[in-house]
């Protein structure tokens, strides 16, 4: 497994889980001794114990030395970042091209080289064309499995998928892959064999169509302010059509993470290459660009239009809950729009502070929930924390010196925080219940 990150490190325990002898290559130094030193690198439930469990068993190893693992790997996983290019926006596939390059002189016998890595349609057409370039003697099969884990969940996910996808043009590839994933297909996830380019492509139109479910149900819930509509009780109207789904139909500040903003934003520009144009897709990420910005102005309407001098206590800075990834998290938009006009931002996440801190500069980090609400004006909650959900709505009230709740994520019962003394605004919901 080369790159040890949120899916590299997921799927090379899982897979040691299933009984397989992973070696997960990383290049990272720091990340590398955490892990040789029994720490996990980044915060995902489950992830300490599994790791744990099978470096015990002896099947998981980290390491930095490639070249004896490329050369003993039937199959090599390539799990590197592929974040969004500076300046158009596509996907930068440098890391994928510099591991192949790096894998490409060890090889011996037949290997397979697959893509977990989100990688635009072609591209395992690309690596198969510069590994022949690089190793023209060599015998390899590139295929594309792309991921579909969530961080907070992902162990779940790898266990339990909906689907694995598989893109492989190659009967001996696909004779390894399917022993691979055997363990899953006898839990009875569907395997499904398809082209490297049907896999590539459709993991970016699955993403695309989540983010989309997440900007309409944004707008829709903007619609329910102005008409007097409950966006939580359409949206459980809609929802219960099987033909629409009850998932990803919960407004908030904006979609980010480290997924759909690059995968929507790379998707828009293949399509544009292609001459095929998405228009509904770039039009999605017209609307979570606008909707990070607009929920700013909430937060600053709800404090009187002028947020100069005052103190706004923040609830969370992550993307979502059961997370530390800060990737394109709205926070990252928000808080500095209120810093800019002059708040004092006071912050509490149970996990991101450590990505965070390099990322916001200026904030007042807290301990708690009740600590960042000390002499705020107002409180906004960013993050869908659970523990933010049981935090005491008077006690909260009592901490604070103004009387502004900005809930964008719509977690707690507007009667309750009214009844503890809140002006309290939410998303898509009536002011009176
Ligand atoms: P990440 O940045 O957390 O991890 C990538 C790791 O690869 C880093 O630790 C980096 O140091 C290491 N690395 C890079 N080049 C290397 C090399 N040549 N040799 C060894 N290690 C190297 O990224 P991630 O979130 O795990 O995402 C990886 C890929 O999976 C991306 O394409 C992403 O789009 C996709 N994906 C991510 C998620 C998710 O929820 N994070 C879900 C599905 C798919």
């Known amino acids: 497994m080369i790159g040890a990150g949120y899916v590299g ?28 030193g029994g720490e996990i690198p980044i915060y995902e439930p489950g992830l300490d114990v599994l790791v744990e469990k099978n470096v015990r068993s002896g099947r ?49 016998g037949f290997t397979v080289i697959t893509t977990k890595s989100t990688v635009p349609v072609g591209t395992s057409r690309e690596i198969e064309r510069r590994m022949r370039r690089l190793r023209p003697d060599a015998d390899f099969a590139i295929c594309s499995n792309p991921e579909f884990l969530r ?35 006898l ?23 989540l983010a989309m479910k997440i900007s309409f149900i944004n ?5 329910c302010e102005e008409v007097g509509a409950n966006v939580q009780q359409v949206a459980s109207a809609i929802g219960s059509d099987r033909r629409i789904g009850d998932k990803f139909l919960h407004p908030g500040p904006g979609y980010g993470g480290s997924c759909f903003p690059k995968d929507v934003s790379a998707l828009a520009r293949t399509a544009r290459e292609a001459r095929s144009p998405l228009t509904l897709v770039e039009q999605v990420e017209k609307v979570n660009n606008e909707r990070k910005i607009a929920m700013a102005h909430r937060v600053i309407r709800a404090l009187g239009g ?14 979502k809950q059961n997370t530390d990834d800060m990737r394109d998290a709205p926070s990252l938009v928000i808080l500095p729009m209120l810093q800019e006009r002059g708040a004092t931002v006071r912050v ?37 924390w659970n523990e933010f959900r049981a935090v005491s709505l008077p006690a909260l009230r009592e901490k604070m010196s103004g009387d502004v709740l900005v809930d964008l994520r719509n977690i707690y019962r507007a009667d309750l925080a009214r009844d503890a003394g809140f002006a309290y605004t939410s998303v898509g919901r009536p002011d009176k219940p």
């Not at 009984?19 to 040789?36: F, H, P, Q």
């Not at 039937?74 to 890391?95: K, N």
């Not at 009875?188 to 139109?205: G, H, I, N, T």
């Not at 707008?219 to 619609?223: G, H, K, N, R």
């Open 60 to 108: 998981l190893r980290f390491t930095s030395e490639l070249a004896e693992v490329a050369r003993e790997a039937d199959l090599i996983f390539l799990a590197v970042g592929t974040p969004m290019r500076r300046g158009d926006g596509y996907a930068d596939l440098s890391y994928v091209y510099q591991a192949v390059e790096e894998i490409a002189p060890h090889l011996t």
């Open 306 to 319: 002028d947020v100069a001098g005052k103190t706004v206590a923040v609830l969370g800075v992550t993307f």
């Open 348 to 384: 509490y996440d149970p996990q991101g502070r450590h990505q965070a801190e390099p990322l916001l500069p200026g904030l007042v980090w807290c301990q708690s929930v009740l600590e960042a609400a000390e002499g705020a004006a107002a409180a906004v909650v960013l993050t869908e």
């Open 187 to 209: 839990r009875s996830a569907p395997v499904m064999f398809v082209s490297r380019e049907s896999a590539e492509l459709a993991k970016y139109a699955a993403n695309a169509f």
């Open 151 to 185: 961080e907070g969940s992902a162990i779940q996910d790898f266990m339990h998928p909906d689907r694995v996808l598989v893109g492989v043009d190659d009967n001996r590839a696909r004779e390894v892959l399917d022993r691979l994933y055997e363990p899953l297909r």
């Open 219 to 223: 707008e829709i819930s903007d619609l």
């Open 9 to 36: 490190l997921v799927s090379a325990a899982c897979f040691s889980e299933f009984g397989w002898d992973v070696t997960c290559v990383e290049k990272d130094a720091s990340k590398l001794d955490k892990l040789n």
